[in-house]
């Protein structure tokens, strides 16, 4: 029998305990998060109102900055400027993707590092890469914690990630591999995909396309890992993964309730980490 890798509980526990710490904090601050919209994007405001909610959950406080879509590259680096600045905000995050006529790069440089909750700065991304302390990008975290929480063994096991992007592909191989795990990076230029999904012990499949992992083209026993979200034609909500794989699995995240809770829970750790240097900072 397939295990159910139970997101949306352990992101709960998880949740439970930063509620805990958050009310042990002495100091008169408390933790803060601001969240940076742009335009009117559906699936990011539905995004960042799950972020606010959840910090209010928890007893982080959040503010959200919402810019017009028409927001000059020059305004929104003024306010992330303001929010550098500013000393009872610990953690900044721009919901992605922005508009296209506003450059992600720049943008990302100009979050200050020690409040990138997101782990998307230059520098936090090299740091990931070094093996150096650094906020990981939240996705990817929640991903290990999953595993951990399972007890689900990385050591030498043949991981296939299928996606390279910045936000999830890039750092879960890092991730993976700092576990000791023999990682593979597919993509959608790689030519045998179903040579590599048969031959892997665990599969990350966050490729965006639905239902891309089908029962016939996976190994008896391996641990699917789905990171996609998609409506399909009734509505429902799934992943990269087609739930007709979950019984030849020995572990599998549901979608929803798997990887897209820990995100967010990641998230708030994230956000306790910046305060908690931050803290540290001042008394010294
Ligand atoms: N858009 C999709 N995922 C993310 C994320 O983890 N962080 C931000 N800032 N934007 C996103």
């Known amino acids: 029998m ?3 890798m139970d997101g949306k509980a352990l992101s709960d526990q998880v949740k439970a305990a930063i509620q805990a710490d958050v009310l042990k904090i002495t100091e008169t601050r408390k933790p803060k998060l ?4 742009v335009g009117d ?28 879509a ?28 922005l508009p296209k006529h506003l450059d992600e790069q720049e943008v990302m440089l100009n979050i200050s590092p ?15 890469h070094l093996r150096q302390a650094t906020f990981v990008p939240a996705t990817p975290k929640g991903i290990i914690a999953l595993i951990k929480a399972y007890n689900i ?20 191989a890092q991730l993976l591999l700092n576990e000791n795990a023999t990682v593979t990076i597919a993509h959608s230029r790689t030519q045998d995909l179903k040579q590599l999904t048969k031959a892997a012990d665990v599969i990350v499949a966050a490729a965006g396309v639905m239902h ?41 995240t549901p979608v929803p309730k798997g990887v ?23 008394e010294v």
């Open 153 to 172: 063994d990385l050591e030498g096991k043949d991981v296939l990630v299928i996606g390279r992007s910045n936000l999830v592909g890039r750092p879960i």
């Open 2 to 4: 397939a295990i159910l």
């Open 114 to 128: 020690e409040k990138d909750v997101d782990g998307f700065h230059p520098l936090n991304v090299g740091r990931l």
């Open 41 to 68: 994007d559906p699936a990011s405001q539905i995004y960042v109102q799950s972020k606010i909610k959840a910090c209010q959950q928890v007893g982080i406080e959040s503010v959200a900055k919402v810019f017009d």
């Open 260 to 282: 897209g809770p820990m995100t967010i829970a990641m998230l708030l750790k994230n956000t306790m980490q910046a305060y908690q240097r931050q803290v540290k900072q001042h």
């Open 212 to 252: 891309l992992i089908q029962p016939d083209t996976i190994k008896a026993g391996v641990v699917l890992i789905d990171v996609g979200i998609h409506r399909d034609s009734n509505g429902k909500l799934t992943g990269d993964v087609a739930p007709s794989c979950y019984e030849k699995a020995s572990y599998y």
């Open 34 to 37: 601001a969240v940076v919209l």
């Open 70 to 97: 028409d927001i000059t590259q020059i305004e929104l680096l003024v306010a992330l400027k303001r929010l550098n600045q500013d000393t009872t905000v610990d953690g900044i995050l721009v919901q992605l993707p």
